[in-house]
């Protein structure tokens, strides 16, 4: 089991940064990939970033550039960086663990608000 809490969302303008934290009730360092997801309302809920225990990290195009995936293992913690931000990244921003060997257990925390105003 992993329990992931997440903070740093709130209000911000257009061009303004965010950093979002995502804090596990355990060891990252071995969890197959943590990642950021967002869900914006009336769409579906869509990868933002995400990290892997080797290293390797994606990003969806619309973040690209921008956005920014880093992780803690002595902290137990992944962030994400967001400048540059634009009204369209309004969403909800959930962290997600998937554990395992090959990432088969799925993990979510309860999500932060992000609001970016024009």
């Known amino acids: 089991q992993v329990q992931l809490v997440e903070s740093g969302g709130g209000l911000v303008q257009a061009g303004g940064s965010l950093r979002l934290s995502c804090a596990a009730s355990?060891?990252?360092?071995?969890?197959?990939?943590m990642g950021w997801y967002r869900q914006a309302p009336g769409k579906q809920r869509e990868l933002v970033a995400d990290?892997?225990?080797?290293?390797?990290?994606n990003y969806a195009d619309s973040v690209k550039g921008r956005f920014t995936v880093s992780r803690d293992n002595a902290k137990n913690t992944v962030y994400l960086q967001m400048n540059s931000l634009k009204p369209e990244d309004t969403a909800v921003y959930y962290c997600?663990?998937?554990?395992?060997?090959?990432?088969?257990?799925?993990?979510w925390g309860q999500g932060t608000q992000v609001t970016v105003s024009s």
């Open positions: 990290y892997y225990t080797g290293g390797a990290t």
């Open positions: 355990k060891s990252i360092f071995s969890i197959y990939v």
């Open positions: 997600n663990a998937k554990d395992g060997f090959r990432g088969e257990y799925d993990y």
